[in-house]
């Protein structure tokens, strides 16, 4: 099995679209699936078939000492996922005490993952720095990071780059809402690639495409209700990159 942490270090940069439209690729193409989602927006379920938000989650298991598999849903693309639940005021509070007391709660409940060879857990956390995050990256496999070519997303991951690269982990970077012709992206892209190093931003870029926000309105897949456009191509090679890295680092493991 193989988890990879899907975080992002600002607000906007579409990170619980690409955790979701991936896990859904992936399941396509035959891969055992599962998708937790550490973010107290609750809006993964949403993106994966739930017609409501889910009143309780992964955090209630967490916080009951309960079985979180009980909290688990599975879609019609055969996702497996679990929501984070929906919290008070005061159960924020002690959940971010109860993830603070317990780092490695969260690589503790995937050790019981019933799973076959090529299962991936896809983590959808909360924007980096945050205790969710945190216990996603010491889970993970893979850090898959989530950013806009705007100024502030670029400088908030220049900052944060060296505490998201950990010892074992790969780490990637998925430039999302890219427009090719927009001198500002341009320059930023630049500025990024010499903080970060050309080889940790991957060329599977996810263009801005106003057919994506058409298809969730519509309650579907982009890649389903406009299959030609920009971003169905880009979400498809992005799937493809991360499905054959899979397969790679199951042929070395």
């Known amino acids: 099995m193989t988890v990879i942490a899907v975080v992002s270090t600002s607000g906007g940069a579409g990170r ?4 979701s439209a991936l896990a ?5 193409r035959s891969r055992q699936v599962f998708a937790i ?16 938000l889910a009143p309780r989650g992964l955090v209630h298991a967490l916080l009951d000492s309960s ?19 929906a919290l008070d005021a005061d159960q924020i509070g002690a959940s ?6 317990l780092p490695d709660w969260l690589a503790g409940a995937l050790a019981d ?4 060879p090529g299962a991936a857990v896809l983590i959808d956390t909360a924007r980096y720095p945050s205790q969710q995050a945190e216990q996603a990256l010491r889970a993970a496999d893979l850090v898959l990071c989530v950013t806009t070519p705007e100024p502030a997303g670029c400088v908030s991951l220049g900052a944060a780059v060296d505490q998201l690269r950990r010892p074992g982990r790969a780490f990637q970077i998925v430039v999302n809402q890219l427009h090719p012709t927009h001198e500002t992206h341009r320059d930023v892209l ?3 690639r010499a903080r970060v190093g050309d080889g940790a931003i991957l060329p599977q870029r996810l263009h801005r495409d106003a057919a994506l926000p058409d298809a969730f309105a519509r309650g579907g897949w982009v890649f389903d209700t406009a299959p030609d456009a920009q971003i169905s191509h880009d979400l498809h090679g992005l799937a493809r990159w991360l499905d054959g890295w899979l397969s790679g680092r199951g042929r070395t493991d």
Not at 16 to 19: D, I, M, P, Y
Not at 37 to 52: M, S, V
Not at 96 to 101: C, R
């Open 37 to 52: 989602e550490l973010d107290a927006q609750n809006i993964l379920g949403a993106y994966l078939g739930l017609e409501t």
């Open 96 to 101: 971010e005490s109860a993830f603070a007391a």
């Open 67 to 85: 079985d979180w598999h009980a909290e688990s849903f599975r879609n019609e693309d055969g996702v497996m996922f679990v929501p984070y639940g």
């Open 16 to 19: 619980t679209t690409v955790c």
């Open 190 to 192: 630049a500025l990024l």
């Open 113 to 116: 993952i019933e799973r076959r």
């Open 24 to 28: 859904v690729l992936l399941a396509r």
